[in-house]
């Protein structure tokens, strides 16, 4: 599975590679984001 040799490295397979490519598209994976990690709202003015 982690053979230099695989073209579809990290992944085992390219199913594999487009489920997870899918999941990232869908929204499936997010990075958490708390109000204080934002910062002061941008003076548009």
Do not use: H, I
Request: hydrophobic letters at 25%; a negative charge; one cysteine or more.
């Amino acid at each position: 599975m982690w053979s230099p040799e695989n073209p579809y490295r990290p992944f085992c397979s390219e199913r594999c590679k487009l489920a997870d490519l899918g999941s990232w598209l869908n929204g499936d994976y997010r990075l958490p984001v708390s109000d204080a990690d934002r910062g002061p709202p941008a003076d548009d003015e």
